[in-house]
């Protein structure tokens, strides 16, 4: 199975990504986590990116709060898919972020996940690894029918609650 590269432009992302790391791990995706900066480490982010695909990365995960420039700047470097996950800073509440993340030029996507959306930055992950792994496609199958049956468990448990 191709590896899951965690890329945070600092530690301060560290939180977030931890969602990421158990949410791979609970799937048995194979991951690596670093930091790289767009800003700060250029060069070593670009050298990642380029080298991603030939050791063995499927997807590549980023995330980055303000400017958040991580993921474009990974994603001009590679054509495997990137994954940005805007991080909420206290300047704007992660707007700058996502804005800064969701608004690629043409020809360089980046998919971008809510702010804060670890989690669902590695199901996104997994989706697109899954597409050449049918054990992997079958362990989302099994997920997204234990999660709508805790959904109507609550339902059939809501009309008691009410009543408290």
Do not use: W
Request: charged share 25%.
């Amino acid at each position: 199975m191709k590896k899951v590269a965690i890329i945070m432009g600092s530690d301060s992302d560290l939180p977030i990504l931890k969602k990421t790391a158990a949410t791979l791990k609970s799937f048995e995706i194979p991951y690596e986590t670093h930091v790289y900066s767009a800003h700060r480490t250029p060069e070593e982010a670009k050298a990642f990116a380029q080298s991603a695909k030939k050791n063995g990365f499927g997807v590549i995960i980023c995330a980055a709060g303000m400017a958040a420039h991580l993921a474009g700047a990974f994603a001009a470097n590679t054509t495997l898919p990137v994954i940005g996950i805007p991080c909420r800073s206290s300047n704007l509440d992660g707007l700058d972020a996502l804005l800064s993340t969701v608004m690629m030029p043409s020809g360089i996507p980046v998919a971008t996940v809510a702010i804060d959306g670890g989690a669902n930055a590695a199901l996104l992950a997994a989706e697109i690894l899954a597409l050449g792994d049918d054990e992997l496609s079958r362990k989302l199958d099994e997920k997204r029918v234990k999660d709508a049956a805790a959904v109507l468990k609550k339902d059939s448990e809501i009309a008691l609650r009410i009543e408290e």
